[in-house]
Structures are given as C-alpha cells and as structure tokens.
C-alpha cells in the first residue's frame, strides 16, 4: 500500500483489528482502511519524522510522538487532530503507552518518554501534563504502563525504573552493563486489546469494556506476578519480578547474544520470549524461568523487530535484510518468507484477531499480509 513519501517507522493494528495506522519519516500519520486498502486519512501536524504512534486501549484516540518534540492524539475516525499538541518535552520523543483499559475505563492517560531523560504523563481530555518523572540521567527508550498501574521506564542510564500513579519512585532496577533498549510485559497482548477478545464482540458501555479487560487481564496474569524483560545493549536480557518488594534482583540473567538486543517480545499467553538482535539471530526463551530454548536461524543481517501471532503459534520477524520471516515454533524451523520489500524492514505488526500482518520499512511501502 503507498502513501507514504518517506520510511515507513511504525505500523500498529487498532484494539479490536478494525484499523490500521501507520508513522513515517514524512512527517505524517496515515489511518488505512483494511477493507479496500487504502488510506483512510492522513494525519498531518508533526513538523519531523513520526517515531512512535499507539491507540488507546479503546481505540478511540492514537497518538503519536515525533522527533518534533511533540505528542499529538488524533480521533481515527475522522483524522481529525484532537486539539493542540502536548508541549514539554526538550528533544524527540521515544516511546508512547496508554494506561490499561481494566484500571481507566476512560481510555486519558498517556505517558510519553524522551530522549531529555524524562516521563511525561498527560491528560488526553484535559490535553495538560499531570506530571513529569525525572531520574533517569540520560534519554529513556522505552515506557510502558504495567496492569499493576505503575509505569516502567528504561534509560541509556543503563537502569530501569518503576514509578508509582502519583509519580514518586517506587524503586530502581541495577544489573545491565549498558543502555537498555526495550521492555516487554508478559501481559502486554491484553494490555493492547483490553476489551477485545477473539469474539470481536464490542463492549457495551465503558463499565463492561473495564470489567472484559479486568477479567481478560487477571487470566493472562494467571497466579504468579506479571513478568518483565528487558533488553539492552550490553548483548543480554534480564527477566524481572518487578513488584517483589524483598527482591530488586532478575529472576534471570539471559545471554546468548553477540550483539545488542533490539526487541523482546512475550507471546500472548506469556509462556515464551522472543529476542530480536543485530547479530541477525531471534532468540527464543522460556518466559518463566528464562532458560534458553531455541535460536532461529536464516536472516542475513540485524533483526529489527518481533511481532507473535496472537495464538501464539507463530512468529514474525522483520530484517534490514529486507525480508519478513515466519517461524513455527513447533519446530523452530522458517515457516514462511515474505519477501517483497525492496529495502530495510523496520516495522511489523500482527493484527490482534491473527488474520493479518503489516509490515513497513525504508521502501516507503506498507505491505499487507493474510494469513
């Protein structure tokens, strides 16, 4: 699917896979409809590159963050923007997470980390900051909101920390040798749908989509805590049980690596965890105990980005080599080469219901894949 003028950056499916948006080095964010493929709107605003864009867990606002400095949110079903941009950070903004559904129904609370080394938490509705976490001494890479309601950021400070809802420090995770890169969630699957599940059945009201989510959150979680990865540029991943107060050690010091880890992802249903790295292997792990399992083989340069299908079955991964593989994690073996991109691939995304993939990268294409 064309568009785009420049590198596509990031492509994500909406909650409930009705939708389909995507960022890019042209300055805008484009609303695809996924019935005619076709774009559906373009978003325009952003005076630099769209690094990172996320729909709220009730798919009624995305939001982008740009090397612009700003955070903008725009309503995807007219592509209109929502008021003015969210102004405060100092340099460009890295990573976006919205608060999970099963703890705000409202679906108005946005945390935005920046490479100025801070959190910024706003209010959607308001459109105002609510506060700033300050601590890390250098750029944050990634924040994600946790079904606990804290917010973990990691840093090139080389830590990872926890903050609570009223923004104070809950605690400070120690361990990697180098810049942290990226985080994953062992919930993070249900986090993104929150009320959506396989049905595609649509919440009635604000109150049943908050107990779905809660419902569906608390069977992901299962009895132990939620689980955290982390990877860094030191060539490892750590495996967390964050909110152990007696406890600020990794469960798990996960290593194999020979370069530096871009991407980690859990699989839906938490039991595995893929790696993606530059030494252009995808590492698979156990997700509880974080004992290595399986290296998959076959690209031929750095592997950007994972991406699970959502039974889990299935894994995605998208190369500078220009190709996306699927790998069967029965036998570890390449299921499926998606060729057709004719430069880097930077972006994958697989849809919620598993029906279909997205893939984007420096050809300035947006590929759909049906599965």
Not at 83 to 108: C, F, Q, V, Y
Not at 201 to 221: G, I, T
């Amino acid at each position: 699917m064309t568009g785009h003028t420049e590198a596509v950056l990031s492509v994500s499916f909406s909650p409930d896979g009705s939708q389909l948006a995507s960022g890019s080095g042209d300055t805008t964010v484009r609303i695809w409809d996924l019935t005619t493929e076709t774009p559906r709107f373009t978003c325009r605003g952003h005076r630099n590159w769209v690094l990172s864009i996320a729909w709220s867990p009730n798919g009624k606002t995305l939001a982008s963050g740009g090397m612009d400095k700003q955070v903008r949110l725009w309503d995807p079903q007219t592509g209109a923007a929502i008021g003015a941009p969210l102004n405060g950070h100092k340099e460009w903004i890295t990573s976006l997470a919205w608060e999970p559904l099963h703890i705000n129904p409202k679906g108005n609370r946005l945390a935005s980390s920046s490479k100025d080394g801070t959190v910024r938490v706003w209010d959607t509705t308001l459109r105002r900051c609510i506060f700033t976490l300050a601590g890390h001494t250098a750029a944050v890479t990634c924040v994600k909101w946790g079904g606990d309601g804290r917010i973990y950021s990691s840093s090139r400070d080389k830590t990872i920390k926890i903050w609570n809802t009223d923004g104070s420090l809950y605690k400070t995770l120690t361990g990697h040798a180098h810049w942290v890169n990226t985080l994953a969630f062992s919930t993070d699957f249900v986090l993104r749908t929150g009320a959506y599940d396989h049905t595609g059945e649509h919440p009635e009201n604000e109150e049943d989509a908050q107990k779905k989510a809660l419902k569906r959150y608390n069977e992901a979680k299962g009895k132990g805590p939620e689980r955290l990865i982390s990877g860094s540029d030191d060539f490892t991943m750590f495996l967390w049980d964050p909110l152990n107060a007696s406890n600020n050690k990794p469960v798990a010091r996960m290593t194999g690596h020979q370069k530096l880890v871009n991407h980690v992802s859990f699989s839906p249903d938490g039991r595995l965890v893929a790696s993606a790295s530059f030494d252009n292997s995808v590492k698979l792990w156990d997700g509880v105990t974080g004992k290595f399992i399986a290296s998959l083989r076959g690209h031929v340069a750095a592997v950007y980005q994972v991406c699970w299908s959502s039974d889990s079955r299935m894994l995605l991964s998208a190369s500078k080599d220009s190709t996306l593989k699927v790998w069967d994690l029965r036998t570890h073996k390449l299921k499926i080469e998606l060729p057709g991109h004719a430069d880097e691939v930077f972006t994958v995304d697989w849809s919620p219901g598993g029906d279909r993939v997205a893939s984007g990268g420096k050809d300035r294409v947006l590929k759909l894949w049906k599965h």
